[in-house]
């Protein structure tokens, strides 16, 4: 059996990964939105 | 579908359900129909020219990946098997979007021109390596098509009472719309709402969930069940992890979805990564959720229902649009994103291939629609008796993507990689595999999965030592056919950071 430290370990990689993802993914979707690098034809 | 099942589907407003799903369709065709004067050259119309940014990036990759069997799936698990269950998901997607994150700077450097996974077929090996491919690829995918069709006719049936042909009808059909109007934009532009979309309500609502029960309490509730659930002594279920990370990685490698989204995106490797690693994360999540059934001893009768019930039993008001929101957000984003690979392989490497390699681009853009649409309405005829047929196709292409985890690998790495090895080691793969699954016992399909990928690395390892070839690497970087002359804007360079 795994012990409680580590279940809550793996439970918080998943709260904290998932929120930490999300935050950089707004952000990175914010910024190349500002700067218009979201989507650019080839140049 | 048993009454069972329906009597215990959760009870949510129907003209609620119905009015979400108009709003995805409106919203999705909308961005769909504006982004149609972005497609003007044959680049454009297959990879969304070349020049993708990181947030389109992470999220094409990532909503392509998540499917039903991500949010239900790991929570099905999680409620058999445990932390194991959640693991064993965890393993069969997480590592295949890591590795070609890995891969995937190696792929853009040696053909800067690809287009389809056909041209690395093509080009790195031969006729008959490419002729085996194609097939395998296409029918893999519309396997995986018939299998996604089928689960959301079941899931929205099954969870929010919508019958199952109008579920299959409003998927696909909603789905065909957007991806013929402005193809591989719409499909990245369409990802980005719904893997946010499937991120936001994932993270926030089990954030939710879990503060309200605290990590300790799902712990000593699932110890107190079964001590199995919280241990790793469980032979089966790291069995099945090893067995879905080999089919994950398989069915990444040979999945045109996966290596147009490598030559679409500006930094491909960052994006995979960071994909992979936000996909686990859901996974994670997701199955989690069977430890706060199992906390709030949440009625179960069907174990895919243990996700939208946990919402349902949090978030009384909400959590089942909530639920409703990101399995239909998650369906149609793994839809679009195989529809589209699959049409981009029949124009490629069927059309251009074989009947007319130097369309206009009037022509293959109207194709494009055409062959969406009629693929489109294939899986639905296919899957309209709800065929048990589907279940056993994956199990066969289980085998099929193990079989060519190798081919791909070492035809990147290593030059003297021999092709009739590659052949021959996908077809022994095969072979093994469905002997022992068919042959020895239907109980066998991890070990069947694991075999073949084991047997196809043996052949051509085995094939290359002894008849090495001296591969020229120069020949990927030229991806068109002998007859075909680049589109306009085609080829030329793409400014990447």
């Known amino acids: ?43 | 579908m048993s009454a069972s099942i329906l009597a215990a589907a959760i009870q949510v407003n129907k003209t609620e359900a119905w009015v979400t799903i108009g709003l995805f369709f409106v919203l999705w065709v909308v961005v769909g129909a504006v982004l149609k004067r972005f497609v003007i050259t044959e680049e454009d119309q297959l990879l969304a020219g070349r020049n993708v940014g990181d947030a389109l990036g992470i999220m094409t990759v990532m909503a392509a990946w998540i499917t039903t069997g991500t949010i239900l799936g790991t929570s099905e698990m999680a409620w058999g098997f445990g932390i194991v269950g959640i693991i064993a998901i965890m393993l069969a997607g997480g590592p295949s979007m890591l590795l070609m994150g890995i891969f995937a700077p190696r792929i853009q450097a040696l053909m800067p021109n690809g287009r389809t996974i056909g041209d690395f077929f093509r080009l790195r090996f031969d006729k008959k390596n490419y002729y085996l491919f194609l097939p395998m690829t296409v029918i893999w995918d519309i396997g995986f098509l018939m299998s996604l069709a089928l689960g959301a006719g079941i899931v929205l049936e099954t969870l929010f009472n919508i019958p199952y042909h109008q579920g299959v009808i409003v998927t696909i059909g909603v789905c065909i719309v957007y991806v013929a109007l402005a193809q591989m934009v719409s499909v990245i532009a369409n990802d980005w709402i719904q893997g946010m979309l499937v991120m936001l309500l994932v993270v926030v609502a089990m954030s939710y969930v879990m503060a309200k029960t605290g990590i300790s309490n799902l712990f000593d509730a699932a110890k107190a069940k079964d001590s199995a659930l919280v241990s790793f002594k469980n032979g089966p279920a790291l069995l099945a992890a090893g067995a879905l990370m080999m089919y994950g990685i398989g069915s990444v490698f040979m999945d045109n979805t996966w290596w147009s989204r490598v030559w679409a995106i500006r930094r491909p490797r960052r994006t995979f990564v960071i994909a992979g690693l936000g996909w686990m994360t859901i996974a994670l999540l997701s199955g989690l959720s069977a430890f706060v059934a199992i906390y709030r001893h949440i009625e179960i009768s069907q174990p895919n229902q243990v996700f939208p019930k946990v919402m349902l039993e949090f978030l009384p008001t909400g959590g089942a649009l909530i639920a409703l929101l990101v399995m239909y957000a998650a369906i149609a984003s793994s839809v679009a994103a195989i529809l589209w690979a699959v049409t981009s392989l029949v124009l490629v490497d069927g059309y251009k291939q074989f009947v007319n390699p130097n369309p206009s681009k009037r022509r293959l853009t109207t194709l494009g629609a055409v062959i969406t649409v009629v693929l489109g309405i294939a899986v639905v005829g296919l899957v309209w008796n709800k065929p048990l047929t589907v279940q056993t196709l994956l199990v066969l292409f289980g085998i099929v993507t193990g079989a060519y985890i190798f081919p791909v690998t070492m035809g990147l790495y290593w030059r003297r990689t021999n092709e009739m090895g590659a052949f021959l080691g996908v077809a022994a793969a095969v072979a093994v595999g469905a002997f022992v699954y068919y042959g020895l016992d239907r109980a066998y399909l991890y070990q069947a999965v694991i075999l073949s990928a084991v047997v196809g690395f043996v052949v051509i390892l085995a094939f290359t030592l002894v008849r090495p070839r001296e591969f020229d690497w120069r020949a990927l970087r030229e991806s068109r056919f002998e007859d075909e002359v680049p589109s306009a804007g085609a080829g030329e360079p793409v400014a990447r950071r």
């Open chain 1, 1 to 43: 059996m795994v012990p409680l430290w580590f279940f809550f370990a793996f439970a918080l990689l998943g709260l904290i990964g998932g929120g930490v993802t999300l935050v950089y993914c707004i952000y990175v979707s914010v910024k190349e939105a500002l700067s218009g690098s979201l989507l650019r034809r080839g140049e």
